[in-house]
Structure formats: C-alpha cells, structure tokens
C-alpha cells in the first residue's frame, strides 16, 4: 500500500487538553477523530479554531469509541485498564509524558508525530524549540510571573526554564505565590502577567486588577496564559514575542 494511503486512514482521538495542543499542532483535520471539550473553549485554548467541528469528548476512552480511531492519547497514566480495553480493542493507546522538563515537550512532538504516521510533521516545532534553547541569552533579568490571586511559577519548574529561555529569572516565592507586599516592597525588573481568562470576574482577577499590581514599579508584559496551562509547545510563541519584548 502507498504511504499516503496509509497516512489517509490514521485516526487519532485525544482525551486530554494537553494530549489536543500536540494533536492540533501536527495532524492533518481529517486525521483527528477526537478532541477534549476543554480544546473548544475559547477560555481555556487558544487552538479552539483549530479544535471546532471535532468531535469533543470529555476524557474517556468510551466517549471515542463511536469514532473508530486507530490511536487514543492520553497522558498522565490514563490508566492501565484503558490502555488494555483499547488494545484489545485494536486501538493503540500512547501515554505523552506531563511537561516536567523541556525535554518532554520534544518527546511528545515525536511520539505524536509516530503516531500519526508521518515523523517529519514534528520537525518544524523541534527546530523552534532546539533554537530558543540555543540562543538562550546566559544572564537573566529578576522577572515574577503572576496569574489570578498572585498564583506563580514554582523554582525550580518547567515553567521557570521557559522563562529563562526568554531572558527572565523567575523569582523563588514561599508557596508560589506573590503577595501584594512583595510587589510594593521589592518589585522585579518585570512583570508577567497572564492573561488567562481576564475577561472573567473572580477574585484572582480582581486581585490582578489591585492598584499595587496596576502600578508597579516594574516593566509590565502580559502573556497568554492558556498556553501555559500544559507548559508544551504553545511556549515556543511566547517566548519568541517575550524576547522582543525585553530587548
């Protein structure tokens, strides 16, 4: 059979928001069977475009069944037992790795690729990470980055790397978080705030738009913070627009 043919009948289904951004990214629309709901939701992706008119699933590998596909993603440990039903079922189950380390995110963009059959699909995205990798400047400016409530990046974390890709030394915190006193007292050099879900009235919102917040000494860059909801490859683009924004 041609390897087109066989590229044509892949179906893949994802069951997890995180497991959809690398789905999204490298399959073609015919070939994806499935995706979480949480992948349609504005709020929540910013690949819900991209995910819209998919069938949406809410998790499990019994949402997907109806779909046929011939790969179910998962991640986390979806569970030996769903693993087993899908293989006795014929359908290959691939379990991605949560995003610990920046290594993870080039795993996955593999294992995916592989998946869907055409390994070359994940080039592009390996590329962009290997060279903000590479290019990564070696002194940092003092950064926090704060979502609602003044929930903030762990040290050490993957998240810390990525800001470190950008220029930016994540500020260690008690508790991972910031507290209004902290960015009075000793503000950092920047700022980053996350715009996830801003639109939406919550005390974590409220707490971003706080006067202290709103006027401090500090050089102020927002990034989208539903892409950093899985810390994959939906970084890459903020740390590219992060760079030019510190120069």
Known sequence: MAASALLAAVSVASLNLCTDEYLLLLAKP????????????PQE?????????????????EDVLAKRPAVVLSMGGGGRASSLI???LGIRAVDLRPVSKLEDVS????AVADAIGDPGRARAWLKRLDYVRSTARSRQVD?????GGGQT????????DWMRLAGLKQRPLQGDRVS????LVRPPAVLVKSRYRSGQFSRGAAWLSHPIVRNAKSRRVEVDGRAWTCMGPLVIPEIERLRSLIR
């Open 30 to 41: 015919s070939e994806i069977a499935s995706v979480s709901f949480l992948s349609q939701d």
């Open 45 to 61: 992706s910013p690949l819900w475009k991209l995910a819209q008119g998919h069938h949406a699933n809410r998790g499990s590998l």
């Open 86 to 88: 899908a293989s006795r």
């Open 107 to 110: 795993w996955n963009l593999r």
């Open 143 to 147: 950064a926090i980055w704060i979502g």
């Open 153 to 160: 990046i762990a040290i050490p974390s993957v998240g810390a």
């Open 180 to 183: 209004l006193e902290t960015i």
